[in-house]
């Protein structure tokens, strides 16, 4: 991954999680956090 690659992948998250906390009340990345603690947990039982 080069540097520029880097800064507009970091750009496009930060207002990502701008806009989702302004418009959303943060609720969109309540539900993503929720959904990738129960992928984590559903992976650990096939390990």
Known sequence: MTNRIAAYLF???AIAI???LQ???F???LFLARKFAALTDFIAFWR
Do not use: E
């Open 11 to 13: 750009l496009f998250i």
């Open 18 to 20: 701008f806009v989702d």
């Open 23 to 25: 418009f959303n009340d």
């Open 27 to 29: 609720q969109g990345g």
